[in-house]
């Protein structure tokens, strides 16, 4: 396999683990704690 494709593969992964960690601190700021957490920050950055 492809060097790149193995890295990428796994910070695609790294990123995705952080994701689901940061889904329980919510967001305290301007009243979003009911409906917004730091995970939705980060997920999307695997996905570009």
């Known amino acids: 396999m492809n060097k790149i494709f193995l890295a990428l593969s796994f910070l695609m992964g790294l990123v995705v683990l952080a994701s689901n ?9 301007y ?18």
Not at 21 to 29: A, D, E, G, S
């Open 21 to 29: 960690y940061l889904v329980q601190f919510p967001i305290k700021y």
């Open 31 to 48: 009243g979003l704690e009911e409906i917004l957490t730091y995970g939705a920050f980060s997920y999307p950055i695997a996905f570009q």
